[in-house]
């Protein structure tokens, strides 16, 4: 059986169009290159 | 060698001196960001989307700057309805490498498409508002809403699935069950519609069925046996010999609880009975010396309590005996200046409290005290009797008399006494008293000197009564 809340928690919503240019300004994308380089900046200090 | 990050030429070892970064993970990341695209496009060129949209967003994770990875999500997400998901990637894409990128020629598709875009952000629109009304609970307008947004772009993977969902809760599995098949059309293996899949029918949608097949055979796996209903007398067999098995298993069982596991609890609960018995017979034995204890001290505290009332009652016997003796001293002492006040003292003693060394001279002493004292109150009552004064001579008589009580052979005037007592009682109309007096004297004193005078005195009185009850008749 279905559980209603849990199976709901799957859903979030989508982006419209309009929020895209605020989402992207707004979003910081962290990859891994920028972790070694945080690690790399603070072993030269 | 250059390093990746930077393009510097100057590395020490796998560390640029350049930009300090660590030149061997910072290729691998790159490495694996692009095993990762690969794997995504491989996925997406088998229709299976969904895996293909979290390898892409690995790839992305490793390293933010692929492009590629990028782009293909974007088509993905155009794909599957996320509108505004795919221009966001291709937007990003377009910025991290402006020239010969595919993203680029995407947005100009779009752009020179607007009633496409729009109508499709429509369909987004629908989609956000029927999660919200899912959330208020109001399925209705959810199914309206979702439906439109299917009406809209049929590949809306996201709301189809949610439809299906709905349809689930109202109970609408015919229509769920095309709304899967739909899903999967787009999306192979999608996992919720796997999932809402096997919740109608028991089962994985064959897609998947198929696909693990394919999988199994392709790692030259044997497939597994197919099962092979037993027979039904093989079955009654085996459930008849499970049947003795249980059943002897419990015999033994009850073996080992009758040797071992019994015989202990009854060892157990005799130590017990034991202990508690030990305990009884203790508590019975302070009791018993306790009862011993407190018999004995009683019996101690009485006997103290009778030495100590002894030798109370000693005290008191030796306070009165002095008490006494000085009475008797001050008798003594006043005899000669006030007889009836010594005679008063010596009629208070006690002569069991008398030695009996003393007891006869103070016998006599007490005698000649009296005799003196009931001597004198007898003159003074005679002499107030004289006078008239009746109540006065009475005071004096009868003080005399009870003097007169202790040595009544010594003293002649006691019938005189109870004479004139009883003359004063007529005189005062006191006839019953007067009779008694007269009668008194006559019965104890037959000798008197006044025998006659009390019997003419009672006689008056008896007469005078039996007059008086005749007229009275």
């Known amino acids: 059986m279905l559980d209603f809340k849990t199976e709901l928690k799957k859903y979030q919503p989508i982006l419209d169009i309009e929020d895209v240019e605020e989402n992207i300004h707004s979003e910081e994308i962290k990859d891994i290159i920028d972790l070694l380089q945080y690690l790399s900046e603070n072993n030269k200090n | ?473």
Request: proline fraction near 3%; charged fraction near 20%.
């Open chain 2, 1 to 473: 060698m250059e390093c990746p990050n930077c393009k510097s030429k100057s590395i020490k070892g796998y560390i640029c001196n350049s930009c300090g970064v660590d030149i061997f993970t910072f290729s691998k990341s790159i490495k694996v960001s692009n095993l990762l695209y690969n794997k995504g496009l491989e996925k997406a060129n088998n229709l299976e989307l969904s895996f293909a949209i979290e390898l892409l967003c690995q790839s992305i994770e490793f390293n933010k700057n692929n492009y590629y990875s990028r782009n293909l999500l974007g088509l993905i997400y155009y794909e599957t309805g996320r509108i505004g998901d795919a221009l966001k990637q291709w937007i990003i894409s377009s910025n991290l490498v402006k020239t010969n990128n595919i993203a680029m020629s995407y947005m100009h598709i779009i752009q020179n498409n607007p009633d496409d875009l729009y109508s499709k952000n429509e369909a987004v629109v629908h989609y956000n508002k029927a999660l919200d009304c899912l959330n208020k609970k109001n399925t209705d307008m959810a199914i309206t809403d979702l439906k439109k947004a299917i009406t809209i772009n049929p590949n809306f993977l996201n709301a189809i699935n949610l439809l299906t969902f709905c349809n689930l809760i109202i109970g609408n599995k015919s229509e769920a069950l095309n709304l899967i098949t739909k899903a999967l059309k787009i999306d192979k293996n999608n996992k919720i519609t796997e999932n809402y899949h096997l919740t109608i029918t028991g089962t994985p949608p064959k897609q998947t069925i198929e696909s693990q097949r394919q999988k199994i055979l392709s790692q030259n796996l044997t497939p597994p046996p197919s099962a092979v209903e037993p027979k039904m007398k093989r079955y009654s067999f085996i459930n008849f010999f499970h049947i003795i098995s249980f059943i002897f298993g419990s015999v033994i069982m009850l073996a080992l609880m009758f040797f071992f596991i019994i015989p202990g609890s009854v060892s157990d609960m005799e130590q017990q009975i034991l202990h508690s018995n030990n305990e009884i017979e203790r508590i019975s034995l302070d009791y018993t010396n306790f009862r011993v204890e407190s018999d004995t001290r009683i019996t101690e505290l009485l006997e103290d309590n009778e030495n100590l009332y002894n030798t109370l009652t000693e005290l008191r016997l030796q306070i009165n005996i002095a008490t006494q003796n000085d009475r008797i001293n001050e008798a003594r002492l006043i005899l000669a200046a006030n007889p009836l006040e010594a005679a008063e003292l010596l009629y208070e003693i006690d002569l069991s409290l008398i030695e009996e060394e003393n007891l006869e001279e103070i016998i006599q002493f007490r005698d000649s005290t009296f005799l003196s004292a009931a001597s004198s109150l007898y003159n003074s009552g005679l002499q107030q009797y004289n006078l008239g004064n009746f109540e006065i001579s009475v005071g004096f008589f009868e003080r005399s008399l009870r003097f007169a009580e202790a040595q009544p052979e010594d003293l002649v005037f006691i019938d005189d006494i109870i004479y004139f007592l009883g003359r004063i009682a007529q005189h005062g109309q006191e006839y019953e008293r007067a009779a008694s007096l007269f009668l008194q004297l006559i019965t104890e004193f037959p000798d008197s000197n006044v025998f006659s005078q009390a019997s003419e005195r009672l006689h008056e009185i008896l007469s005078s009564n039996s007059e008086q009850d005749m007229e009275n008749d």
